[in-house]
């Protein structure tokens, strides 16, 4: 008998939303009140979600503004990421369970085998990447320039970016699949590009990340990508998923996190 995973599909939220979900649900998996989670998620309006110990000032807000963006912190690290045109994936759960179990590129590498399945269901030919040669790129505020360890990338370009957080006994691990759209748009917003030095980022950005339309030529769904992620995580981790919404009891906690916090720029602003 197969164990069982919650499944919650969530429709288009505000970023402050989305983060408040996830740090929420993770404390509801490590206080034994629900099941380990596979949530998958989008945004609206679209919104920049920096790393856990990002610069803010990477960001140049007034242009953020301008282009009608929000942006929100991250618990987890790495740099930042435009989050539009995308399926988001998290999976929640105690470090108890055994899909999740070990260090953080042993759980990495486990999710991979399901987040390949998905994607190569969809006919993107992708690959896992498990050693990275980090002389040929730099360490600059965009996510998706540098792949990482057991990320997935088709011809050596990044498709999917992940990033991890453990705090009291969960495990969290969320990431961004993007379906379509033009990956230099978020160089529109970094903190002091002008001119050449603007259009030179959004063609760095470009070498080294794709989208699924870039691959395949054409632009896949929501719901199919979505449909194709359930799927394989069910095949792969060996779980059943039991469909369900958000409790009154974790969209009360949600809403208080929003204010206190993922809408506070003590918080979104902290570094």
Request: aromatic content about 8%.
């Amino acid at each position: 008998m197969m164990d069982k995973w919650r499944l919650i599909v969530t429709p288009a939220e505000r970023g402050a939303f989305n983060m408040a979900v996830d740090e929420v649900l993770l404390a509801e998996t490590v206080a034994g009140s629900s099941l380990p989670i596979l949530r998958l998620y989008d945004w609206s309006p679209a919104c920049i979600s920096l790393g856990y110990a990002q610069k803010a000032g990477d960001i140049d807000l007034d242009r953020l503004k301008s282009n009608g963006w929000e942006m929100v912190r991250r618990i987890t690290g790495g740099r930042a990421i435009l989050h539009v045109d995308e399926l988001t994936y998290s999976v929640l759960a105690p470090l108890t369970e055994p899909r999740v179990a070990g260090t953080v590129l042993e759980s990495y590498q486990r999710l991979a085998g399901a987040l390949m399945k998905a994607i190569r269901d969809l006919e993107i030919p992708v690959e896992m990447v498990e050693e990275i040669d980090r002389q040929h790129f730099t360490n600059g505020p965009v996510c998706f320039e540098t792949p990482s360890a057991y990320e997935l990338t088709v011809n050596g370009k990044k498709l999917v970016g992940s990033a991890q957080a453990r705090r009291k006994g969960g495990f969290l691990q969320h990431g961004a699949f993007p379906l379509f759209g033009d990956l230099r748009r978020i160089t529109s917003v970094l903190e002091g590009l002008e001119g050449k030095e603007l259009l030179e980022a959004g063609e760095k950005v470009l070498q080294r990340a794709t989208t699924a339309e870039m691959v395949t030529g054409k632009k896949i769904e929501w719901q199919v990508a979505a449909n194709s992620f359930i799927k394989a995580f069910e095949d792969v981790l060996e779980i059943e998923f039991v469909e369900s919404g958000l409790t009154n009891e974790e969209l009360d906690q949600i809403m208080e996190s929003i204010v206190t916090k993922y809408d506070a720029w003590r918080w979104t602003g902290r570094f």
